[in-house]
């Protein structure tokens, strides 16, 4: 959950004996809860920390003169938060930061393209504020720091609209993520150790949570962990294969399917769109295989699922068709409507058709739902790697057994969403 997001402006202070006083003057100062204010946000970002970040930021920067922005992740040293960070030095070298702060659970890689959107927005603003302090323009200076202010609250918002996915969403956080698809590829293969997992994801990403990583995957029913006892070793007595293992017990893919809700109100209302809209769908899915789509195509759907204006348009236009001249105003303040849906046309997610009166209306043209799959293709694998435990699977009796034990069980189990 983010903490608040803090602004301020680096200042050297040089004394009239030549000592300088470094300090970072906060600007806007915004927080989520009411536990924060100005006066203890030194709980949330100690001083320490906010010169250990600017550092991060301006290697190499010191004494240049000119604009240059940049951001910054990483995990606070003296607070118990981690940070996305965004660094403005401005042409005359005025330098800014603005800091999101996040609890160490939070998975802040979902954020990062709405920070990278505030930063984009904030270039402008810190330009603004630099002119206008230089200027002494009191009013002008006011009116800038209220929008900075929104700017900041508008960001917040969003960051907790994406907090609180759906079952869709979180299928989503697997396919938008490189080291998710690389837990799943490994285990459509033969279950896993935590540890060895925890050491393939390293050579991916330094800081890698992999109890994180795991969330989606437990929170979907896709995965099961269980205690495997080891084996003693013949030749050397030590106990081998022990531990937490990881068992894939159901496949999971993104889909499209037809917009059957669409379809049947279309057919039901006699619709004039209704042919030329069912004969769209017909040329989409005649040529569509949900197992052949390709692993970037499921990547652009992920990330759609994972933008908050692109996903609430998405749903909306479940139920609902609207002419091109009057999209309903649901997008949030910044958000480029044609851009938004020009992408979704793009991806083949909406489509516009034309009417007899030469009116142009939007329908969805594919349904997105998770199709869930009973990993049969499992069985020889886990028998293959039994019997060859010197190989890469390494699979152990103990294992084996776990693992067919574990997919007889869940069977059944059904992934409703």
Excluded at 356 to 384: G, H, S, V
Aim: proline share 4%; glycine share 4%; charged share 30%.
């Amino acid at each position: 959950m983010i903490q608040g997001i803090l602004t301020f402006q680096f200042k050297i202070n040089q004394k009239e004996t030549g000592e300088i006083e470094p300090e970072f003057e906060p600007i806007q100062l915004v927080f989520r809860e009411e536990e924060f204010d100005e006066d203890n946000f030194s709980e949330l970002l100690a001083e320490n920390d906010i010169f250990g970040i600017f550092y991060q930021h301006t290697i190499g920067l010191f004494g240049v003169k000119y604009s240059y922005s940049n951001f910054y992740t990483g995990r606070l040293k003296e607070t118990p938060y981690q940070v996305i960070s965004y660094f403005k030095q401005v042409a005359d070298g005025t330098q800014y930061l603005a800091m999101s702060i996040f609890e160490l659970d939070d998975e802040i890689e979902i954020f990062e393209d709405l920070i990278n959107e505030m930063g984009n927005r904030l270039d402008t603003i810190f330009d603004k504020l630099t002119r206008a302090k230089s200027s002494k323009q009191l009013s002008l200076i006011e009116n800038i720091n209220i929008r900075l202010k929104n700017e900041i609250k508008f960001t917040i918002f969003q960051v907790d609209r994406l907090s609180n996915l759906d079952k869709l969403q979180k299928v989503a956080l697997i396919y938008n993520s490189e080291e998710r698809l690389k837990i799943l590829e490994i285990l459509r293969e033969h279950p896993i150790s935590k540890k060895e997992l925890k050491k393939i994801l390293e050579k991916m990403s330094v800081n890698v949570n992999v109890d994180i990583l795991l969330q989606p995957f437990l929170e979907l029913n896709i995965i099961r962990r269980d205690w495997i006892k080891g084996e003693k070793d013949r030749k050397t007595g030590a106990i081998k294969h022990q531990g937490e293992y990881l068992f894939l017990v159901k496949d999971i893919l993104i889909a499209r399917i037809p917009n059957e809700n669409l379809l049947n109100h279309f057919k039901e209302t006699k619709n004039e769109l209704y042919p030329f809209y069912r004969q769209r769908v017909i040329d989409y899915f005649s040529n569509y295989d949900p197992y052949t789509q390709s692993i970037e195509e499921t990547k652009k759907l992920a990330s759609i699922l994972l933008s908050p204006d692109a996903y609430d348009f998405f749903i909306l236009m479940r139920h609902n068709h609207y002419p091109m001249d009057k999209i309903p105003k649901i997008f949030s303040e910044f958000a480029v409507t044609e851009i938004l849906l020009e992408d979704l046309k793009n991806l083949n997610i909406i489509t516009e058709i034309t009417d007899e009166n030469d009116r142009n209306w939007i329908c969805l043209l594919t349904e997105i739902k998770p199709l869930i799959i009973f990993p049969e293709y499992l069985l020889p694998k886990i028998r293959a790697a039994y019997k060859n435990e010197e190989g890469d699977g390494d699979i152990t009796y103990e294992i084996a057994k776990k693992a067919l034990s574990l997919m007889e069980i869940t069977y059944p189990e059904k992934v409703k969403f």
